[in-house]
């Protein structure tokens, strides 16, 4: 069995994720675990909620999600907070 090829834009958001975490391990034990929680709720969140063809939609969370991540990396931030983005219809 072959492993399935994946896009560049699930490239972009498989990298993110682990950007993320490993971020999260520069920081205290009790904030690690705080972040990896709310990192993972995130992404399984948007996982199931937004469409795969949505690509502008996708671009723009990737976007957020690496402005997010470069703050996180700041050796002055030692937590994250979620933060509800809401897609519009149209």
Do not use: W
């Not at 402005?67 to 509800?84: C, E, F, G, H, T």
């Amino acid at each position: 069995m072959g492993a399935s090829k994946l896009s560049g834009m699930q490239k972009q958001v498989l990298s993110l994720y682990r950007g993320f975490l490993r971020a999260a391990r520069s920081k205290p034990i009790e904030d690690r675990k705080r972040i990896e929680m709310i990192v993972s709720t995130e992404f399984r969140h948007n996982s199931k909620e937004v469409d795969r063809k949505n690509f502008q939609y996708i671009e723009y969370l990737l976007r957020l999600g690496t402005k997010q991540l470069d703050q996180l990396k700041s050796p002055d931030i030692v937590s994250l907070s979620s933060v509800k983005v809401v897609a519009s219809k149209s």
